[in-house]
Structure formats: C-alpha cells, structure tokens
C-alpha cells in the first residue's frame, strides 16, 4: 500500500471541522470558527 502526503487546503480543513460525532466519541468534535484557520500564500494549512 502506497500513501502521499500533501498541505491540507482550507476546504478540506473547514470540511473535517464540521464533522460531527455521537457519544461516546463527541470528544473529537473540532469547535473552531471560520477564522481559526490560518493558510499560507498557496491556501495550504
């Protein structure tokens, strides 16, 4: 099995925060605001 790695880009990571979890997991529920997120010049986290 083969991986690649890569930056995240602000989509992906705006995705994955509004994920929702169901007990007893709901500990892993990101709670950020749209400005939490800080990309670089080419949109990468």
């Known amino acids: ?3 690649q790695f890569r930056p995240m880009t602000r989509e992906e990571a ?6 929702q979890y ?3 997991y709901s500990f892993y529920r990101i709670c ?3 400005d939490v997120f800080a ?3 080419r949109g990468h986290l």
């Open 39 to 41: 990309a670089d010049e």
């Open 22 to 24: 169901e007990e007893p």
């Open 32 to 34: 950020a605001e749209r």
């Open 1 to 3: 099995m083969n991986f």
């Open 14 to 19: 705006e995705e994955i925060a509004g994920w």
